[in-house]
């Protein structure tokens, strides 16, 4: 990976749409080259999908939630478990296993708290939580789906330094 790859990730991340030429262009590379690093990135793993951005209001999921869940039993299995129970459920966009005081975090959409309260019930049907404490997101202020990319360990003295 080098600043040209890094260019073509930033490039990326804010349109997936852009074609492979304009691409080349806005980094300073002909077409086929400009391809190959893509390929070879997508092949490495460090580009894992490309996807379609929807409104949350106009497929009416405009309600998020963060759902901080304890649990008692801190086994693999239960863990396995409550992962399979978590895929199960389309409401839920992000599932994170947490240090400190909670065990787990949840970003939940839903078009309103109707259709959390019937959530949570199908969840705790499920499996065992012993508390399950959930935040309304009044406002989002900022949202992305960019990763931060000043970080990116970079090969000095290649193409693109």
Known sequence: MDRLDRKILRLLQSDTTLAVADIGKKVG???????????KMEEEGVIKGRVA???PEKVNANVTVFVAIRTN???VEWLRRFSEVIAGFP???EFYRMSGD???LLRVVVPDIGA???FYKKLIEKIEIRDVSS???????KFSTELPLDYMKLESGKNGD
């Open 53 to 55: 951005l929807l409104d």
């Open 102 to 104: 909670v065990d787990y």
């Open 135 to 141: 935040s309304f997101a009044m406002e989002q202020i």
């Open 29 to 39: 590379l002909s077409t086929t080259p400009c391809w190959r690093r893509i390929q």
């Open 91 to 93: 409401e839920v966009l």
């Open 73 to 75: 039993t801190h086994s």
């Open 116 to 118: 959390y309260d019937a």
